[in-house]
């Protein structure tokens, strides 16, 4: 223990006797080494050099020696009130305290080699003015008059195995780019090695940064920013181990190493954390977002990359990034505020780093906004030729999106929409139609509609709309669409499309577009088919579709001023197929409906009420055909005007070419038709409200310079025709109407408790004339019922009250001839035979006055008249009529003559004697009801009457013999003269219609 305490003596004795060897050593060396120290740094820096106080030290870094320099500066010595107020003196550097550490040995022979430097508080500062001359430019300055022997420069040397740096601030101030700064050197430790072959620093510590300003920018909101390093620069290779700048909204790091050859090689680790947008946000200049739409901005930016490779001006290094944003959010102007912003995903430079193989990969980008979420995923690379990969998904509430919607736009909106998108492609330098068709075929998307109610006004909107949209390679398809329209009451249901492209949108004339409904319900009707479109240079469609409507439900749709109501269903299949060039779509359109279409339709039930009673329909059902040029109507029903209408079969060929094209050709319609109960008065307003207004004015130029070539025939049967009290029933006919020919045959009907079976031939001649031709055929056919029914044609001289019979004809024949509306009487020809039955006159004043003339007859108010037979025939302007017998209940007669158009007539008469005298006999009254036919002249005493007027000479008195058998010649002659050049049997009404 002893020797311990000896030894512990000795060892505090050495020790102190060194230090106070070393300290007496230092005062008796101060000032030889402060003076060489203060050389050597002059010698270094060769400016004006000042020192305010100046220690040595062998203790302080034993075994080197320490020089202390309190108050070391570089330019004009500073005032103590300048270097508080450090931006206002003109000293450019400021040490307080300077710590130079050197070999101890050398400086015995002078030599000053430096170890270590510590700088202890100061300040430093570096100006350029608006020239760019900078404050320590002097320094640069060369004496001119030095000798190049003494300015031959010697290899340098220098090791520092420690530089410390703590409490320096450095001024800056750019006046020629507008830029101040302030640094902090807080502590910064470093070494320093420097010879011929090579450089060695090492640096570690904190510098900060403040009061920076630059031009007119926003930097001088900086806060304080700290970097934070540990670097190491050794043989052209700098090795980062720390590197860190931190400041008010961000935080950015550097490691790895810098190579520095012929080109820079690189391993770097860069990140860039809490990058607060908020923050980083107020060095923007002032409005900017403002004029950009945008606000409230706020989010924080990660940002981490490895840089690996060398660096030249052919070479890139590799690089791999990260990056992610969260909690952002931004406001758009006049839309929604992005509430949720986070975006993840990489970029790198691929495996031949250059911009061929660089990428930008997007993971996950969702977007939140006012309720809606958008997310996207996808990548760009390849940027000499930029490659794309989208895909999204989005999902829309629409009502929180209406406050951004004007209200003149929608008044309401809601529902909820999905759309899933994906694309890929390469980005040409310009838009053209070749990258719009390869957009088409790499795109997808589908469309999701959920309840979406939207409001344009009070007079429209769509409620409940649902249903989705798929696209794919060109195809677009929608499935289980419903839409309902309330203020309409519609109701579109189930509701499927699909459309597709074939070919290219920039080979138009190769293009194709195929429309498939596969089932397009609306209210109470559907749409199914194709429609096709090829070749949008001069378009080709064909289309294929049916057509179901319930015409009911239509109604809403029309307005009460052009229908009232209207009901009932209709069926059509439509087939077209055509060319249309687009230069004449109006001028070709009729001939893609008309000429390159088939229509199918079926009416079911429909009715038809317009404000226009006459347009009225109801119960309208039947087949309807139409194909190029022929229209064909079967199964045709319904009622017109209170008239029920029927059509078994009708067609109808070249209608527009003729009517609707005004193009030569025939017309030509045949058919069957069937109507019910019609009125005289209906079809007199039928003919009223058909007439042509010659105040209209026709267009000339427009108007055919053709007559209309034409042929209707067919079958007509009408169930009654009631004029008046009249009533026709039971009415058929055949017809055919030509453009010059008019041909009515079998014109069958029942009238007067009697059937009528007419037929009519009319033909147009030149000069105007027209020639008809007519046959009836009476069977039994009541006189008085048709005088009492026509209301006695209007006339008071004989009435229903004074006639009676029954009347029939066989086979009578007319013909007339006209002359525009005239009647050429001279042409004029008839022939035929008249049977009245059962015949009476009564009280009729001409019969009555004869029975004064008459010494047996005390009256003839009653004129029975058994039967009455006449064959008469009309010639050369006058009427014939050969020898007729007329049996009464007074007395019999038998008359023949002839009675002209003019004034001339001549009549004889035979008579009875005794029924002239004595009145007809009960006998022979008797004898003649027993008999079916009196038609032979009486055997019975009898005189001969004439009445005649002729030339203007009349007379009436008895009959001669010569004058009978003059006028039975002339008679007779005139017929065999009618007959042979008038032949009405060989007269055809022939029709072309099978019965």
């Known amino acids: 223990m002893k020797k311990l305490f000896t030894l512990i003596k000795v060892t505090i004795i050495l020790v102190f006797g060194l230090f106070i060897v070393l300290t007496v050593t230092a005062w008796l060396m101060q000032d030889k080494i402060t003076k060489l120290a203060i050389d050597e740094i002059s010698r270094i820096v060769e400016a004006p050099l ?60 002078n030599i000053f080699n430096i170890r270590k430097i510590d700088i202890d508080g100061g300040v430093a500062k570096y100006l350029v003015n608006e020239k760019g001359v900078s404050c320590y430019d002097f320094l640069l300055k060369q004496d001119s008059t030095v000798d190049d022997q003494d300015d031959v420069a010697q290899p340098l040397h220098l090791s520092l195995d420690q530089v410390t740096i703590s409490n320096l601030i450095c001024y800056y101030q750019d006046d020629q780019i507008k830029a101040k700064a302030r640094l902090h050197l807080d502590q910064i430790n470093g070494e320093l090695k420097i010879t011929p072959q090579a450089l060695a620093i090492s640096a570690d510590g904190n510098i900060g940064l403040s009061a920076c300003e630059y031009a007119q920018t926003n930097l001088y909101q900086m806060e304080r920013t700290d970097l934070q390093l540990k670097i190491h620069y050794h043989t052209d290779t700098l090795s980062i181990e720390e590197m860190k700048l931190t400041t008010e909204g961000a935080s950015l790091s550097v490691l790895g190493k810098l190579t520095f050859a012929e080109q820079i090689d690189t391993d770097l680790s860069l990140s860039a954390t809490e990058l607060d947008l908020a923050l980083l946000s107020k060095y923007l200049p002032s409005g900017y977002l403002a004029a950009l739409g945008l606000g409230d901005i706020a989010g924080m930016l990660h940002v981490s990359a490895r840089v690996q ?43 031949l780093n250059n911009p061929m193989t660089t990428a930008i990969n997007v993971d996950e980008m969702r977007l939140k906004t006012a309720g809606n979420t958008i997310t996207l995923t996808g990548s760009v690379y390849n940027l000499d030729q930029l490659h794309y990969k989208l895909k999204s998904h989005v999902i829309l509430n629409l009502a929180t999106s209406k406050p951004y919607l004007p209200d003149s736009l929608i008044r309401h909106l809601s529902g909820r929409a999905e759309l899933d998108f994906q694309t890929t492609g390469v980005l040409p330098d310009s838009i053209t139609l070749d990258y ?35 696209y794919r390679q060109k195809e677009l398809r929608m499935d289980s669409f419903s839409i309902n329209v ?102 070709q359109i009729l001939d893609l409906v008309y000429d390159q279409s088939l229509f199918d339709i079926y009416l079911q039930d429909l009715w038809l009420e317009m404000p226009d009673t006459l347009l009225n329909v109801q119960q309208l059902s039947g087949h309807i055909n139409i194909a190029p040029e022929l229209i064909s109507i079967d199964h045709f029903s319904g ?32 058919g069957v038709w069937r109507l019910g109960d019609l009125n005289y008065d209906m079809l007199g307003y039928w003919m009223d409200t058909t007439k042509v207004n010659d105040s209209i004015p026709v267009d000339e130029a427009s108007s055919t310079s053709y007559e209309l070539d034409y042929e209707i025939k067919g079958k007509v049967y009408v169930n009654s025709v009631r004029y008046n009290n009249a009533l026709v029933e039971d009415i058929s006919t055949l017809f ?120 047996g007859v005390n009256n003839l108010d009653t004129l029975e008249l058994k039967t009455v037979n006449s064959s008469i025939f009309i010639f050369k302007n006058a009427i014939y009529v050969p020898k007729t017998y007329v049996v009464s209940n007074a007395f019999d007669i038998t008359a023949f003559g002839m009675q002209s158009f003019g004034e001339d007539y001549e009549y004889h008469l035979q008579v009875v004697l005794g029924e002239i005298l004595l009145g007809k006999s009960k006998k022979t009254l008797k004898q003649q009801e027993d008999m079916d036919d009196v038609t032979s002249e009486s055997s019975r005493n009898s005189i001969f009457l004439k009445s005649y007027s002729l030339n203007g000479k009349d007379g009436n008195g008895l009959d001669n013999r010569q004058s009978r058998t003059g006028m039975k010649i002339k008679v007779r002659t005139q017929e065999k003269l009618l007959n042979l050049i008038f032949h009405p049997k060989f007269i055809t009404f022939d029709t072309g219609v099978v019965e």
């Open 50 to 109: 000042g020192v305010e106080k100046v220690s040595f030290s062998l203790i302080r870094d034993f075994p080197l020696a320490t020089v202390q320099f309190e108050g070391i500066w570089l330019g004009s010595s500073p005032s103590l009130e300048d270097s508080l107020a450090a931006q206002s003196f003109d000293t450019l550097v400021r040490f307080n305290k300077l710590y130079v550490s050197v070999e101890s040995r050398p400086l015995l022979d």
């Open 309 to 351: 490779g060398p660096v030249s001006d052919q070479n890139m290094p590799h690089y791999e990034c990260t990056y992610d944003l969260s909690q952002a959010r931004v406001k758009v102007k006049a839309y929604p505020a992005l509430t949720s912003i986070f975006i993840h995903g990489s970029a790198t430079n691929g495996r």
């Open 436 to 470: 719009m068709d390869d957009v088409l075929a790499s795109s997808q998307a589908h469309l999701l509609l959920q309840d979406v109610n939207m409001d344009w006004d009070t007079t429209l909107s769509l409620q409940h709309v649902s249903g989705q949209l798929h």
């Open 486 to 587: 309330p203020q309409y009451n519609i109701h579109l249901m189930n509701n499927s499309l699909s459309a597709k492209l074939i070919g290219s949108i920039s080979h138009r004339d190769s293009l194709e577009a195929l429309f498939t409904f596969q089932a397009i319900e609306m209210p109470g009707g559907s749409l199914k088919g194709t429609a096709r479109i090829s070749n949008l240079n001069h378009p080709s469609i064909e289309l294929n579709d049916t057509l179901i409507v319930d015409l009911a439900a239509m109604r809403p749709f029309i307005s009460d001023s052009v229908v009232k109501d209207i009901r009932g269903k209709i069926s059509a299949t439509i087939q077209s197929k055509g060319t249309i060039d687009l230069d004449s779509i109006p001028e």
């Open 639 to 670: 009622v017109y005007s209170h008239v029920k209408i029927e059509i078994d079969k009708t067609t109808i060929k070249n209608l527009v070419t003729t009517l609707v094209k005004n193009k030569p050709g025939k017309l030509e319609i045949s």
């Open 736 to 855: 055919n109407l030509k453009k010059d020919v008019y041909t009515i045959d079998q014109l069958k009907f029942k009238a007067f408790n009697g059937t009528m079976n007419s037929s009519i031939k009319v033909v147009r001649q030149e000069n105007d004339i027209m020639e008809i031709d007519i046959k009836n055929q009476i069977d039994k056919m009541d006189i008085r019922k048709l005088l009492h029914d026509m209301d006695n044609f209007d006339q008071t001289e004989m009435t229903y009250q004074n006639i009676n019979g029954i009347l029939s004809t066989k086979e009578f024949f007319t013909r007339v001839v006209m002359r525009g509306d005239s009647i050429i009487y001279p042409d004029m020809r008839v022939s035929g035979d008249l049977t009245l039955e059962k015949g009476a006159v009564y009280k009729y004043k001409p019969v009555q006055a004869m029975a004064s003339s008459l010494p």
